[in-house]
């Protein structure tokens, strides 16, 4: 056998030859995604996931296992040993002369991704096919390189990765939002009182922080809202850091960042799949990512957004106040109409946060802050944490939420207290901002949305 290689590696082999290496007797294991017969031989493009690009193989009639051949039909998995050389059609420098074929798995005519572009909704049917897309394909190298980003950003700046619990007692955002997990037939909860499925790691992430100094959480968090929209689903996962002696602006400048850096890697590392999903989903992706890191993001507070949704003298459809919070239609004209770029508002009204946030001087607003994105609207959600004993104590009561579930986070502001920040990137919106993909359902591999929760 010879030496196994992906189709991504053909993209060294111009390197190789100039160098004089041989590659002959080099095998590629892949699945079909054409085959076109003529009399004396077979063309085969294939793909095995590894770039977006296919391999041009060459199949003579006659050589070892060609009589398996008429079976390796569009989605069939082949074994190919051959030679590269350099190719004489014009679609590709090199294409790989067959020696030997061995189809592993071959694929009956009814093999539902044949060549015809097919919709979203249809690909979110076969969810367990799609990847095999040149657009899944895409989507998730991807989201597989900004997951190493992300590790990379925080652990080079010397934050610990904590392991935040799934299953959980208390509501983080207080928005009651939770699923509960309950043993089928079991009359007594399993752990003594009732659990559900976690919202946000963060609570547990304070602990961390006020030990470690600086920590990130990164795993999956549920949130039980009935919202069908193409930003919400009912798993989803988060990053969340947390950071000791940190306030609302280092948490801003972190947040800022944290968000550039991970686009300059997918830029760097992920050029051709941009340039796939730049020419195929969305022809501005390209220089919008190139847009975000080459200027600082707008920072406004609140209050400004309010009037510049006023100067503004557009009509929206849902009304806005101090007490009302930002719906997404204002939050989209600041950042895509009025900033044209990525903006974080901060000082949020109190009355529309959750109880952890640190209150302001002004008795109203909240060190709160939201980064909003061209063509997502939120991506980032977070805060300074409120730090003050009396004050947390205050505001567990004010919004009537159970203390019993709190203790142990509110002890934390009695045993050694410190100012601290953080926030929460929700990861699929990240993948949709790095891909110009538009419905949350299409970035992450089995969505679980209202009504959906099949493979
Ligand atoms: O703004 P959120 O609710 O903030 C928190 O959960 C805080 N505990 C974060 C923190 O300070 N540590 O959620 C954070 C982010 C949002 O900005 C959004 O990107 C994403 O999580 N998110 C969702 N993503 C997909 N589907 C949903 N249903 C989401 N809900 C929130
Ligand atoms: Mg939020």
Redesign the pocket.
């Known amino acids: 056998m010879g030496q196994i290689c992906h189709v991504t590696d053909m993209k060294l082999i111009k390197e190789l030859l100039s160098q004089d290496e041989a590659l002959e007797n080099i095998v590629v294991n892949g699945w079909v995604r054409s085959r076109r017969d003529s009399k004396a031989f077979s063309f085969f493009a294939l793909n095995d996931g590894s770039c977006v690009g296919n391999l041009q193989v060459i199949v003579d009639a006659g050589i070892p296992g060609s009589e398996k051949m008429t079976e390796a039909n569009t989605g069939a998995s082949v074994s190919i040993t051959g030679n590269l050389v350099p190719s004489p059609g014009k679609n590709q420098k090199w294409e790989l002369q067959a020696v030997e074929f061995r189809l592993l798995g071959g694929a009956p005519e009814d093999f539902p991704l044949q060549k015809k572009g097919h919709t979203r909704e249809f690909l979110r049917e076969i969810a367990h096919l799609r990847p095999r897309t040149n657009l899944f394909g895409a989507v998730f190298r991807i989201r597989s390189r900004a997951t190493l980003a992300v590790h990379q950003f925080f652990q080079e700046r010397g934050f610990h990765n904590v392991h935040t619990p799934i299953l959980t007692t208390s509501d983080?955002?207080g928005?009651g939002e939770m699923f509960q997990v309950v043993v089928p037939d079991k009359k007594e909860e399993f752990f003594g009182e009732p659990a559900f499925l976690t919202?946000?790691?963060?609570l547990e992430?304070e602990t961390f922080a006020t030990a470690l100094s600086r920590i990130y959480t990164f795993g999956p968090?549920f949130?039980a809202?009935n919202?069908n929209t193409s930003?919400?689903?009912?798993e989803?996962w988060?990053i969340?850091?947390?950071i000791a002696f940190c306030d609302l602006k280092g948490d801003m400048d972190l947040a800022e960042d944290f968000l550039c850096a991970v686009i300059r890697d997918t830029l760097d590392y992920c050029a051709e799949d941009i340039e796939f999903l730049n020419k195929f989903v969305d022809k501005e992706l390209l220089a919008r990512l190139e847009g975000i890191v080459a200027e600082p993001f707008a920072r406004i507070s609140y209050r400004e957004a309010l009037e510049l949704l006023e100067k503004s003298g557009k009509s929206f459809e849902y009304e806005y106040n101090f007490e009302s919070g930002l719906q997404s239609e204002h939050e989209r004209y600041l950042c895509e109409e009025y900033f044209q770029k990525p903006t974080i508002v901060f000082d949020y009204p109190k009355s529309v946060k959750?109880f952890y946030m640190k209150q302001n001087d002004d008795g109203e607003t909240v060190a709160a802050m939201?980064?909003l994105v061209p063509g997502i609207g939120?991506?980032?959600?977070?805060?300074q944490r409120e730090d003050d004993l009396e004050v947390l104590t205050k505001a567990v009561e004010e919004h009537e939420i159970d203390a019993k579930h709190y203790e142990w986070y509110v002890e934390l502001r009695k045993y050694g207290s410190v100012p601290h920040a953080?926030?929460?990137?929700?990861f699929?919106?990240l993948i949709m901002l790095l891909t110009g993909v538009s419905n949350?359902r299409d970035v992450i591999p089995f969505p679980r949305t209202p009504g959906n929760c099949k493979f």
């Open positions: 983080c955002e928005a919202v946000s790691g963060q992430g968090t949130r809202e919202s930003r919400h689903a009912a989803f988060m969340e850091p947390e959750p939201d980064v939120e991506i980032i959600g977070g805060s953080g926030f929460g990137l929700g699929e919106r949350i």
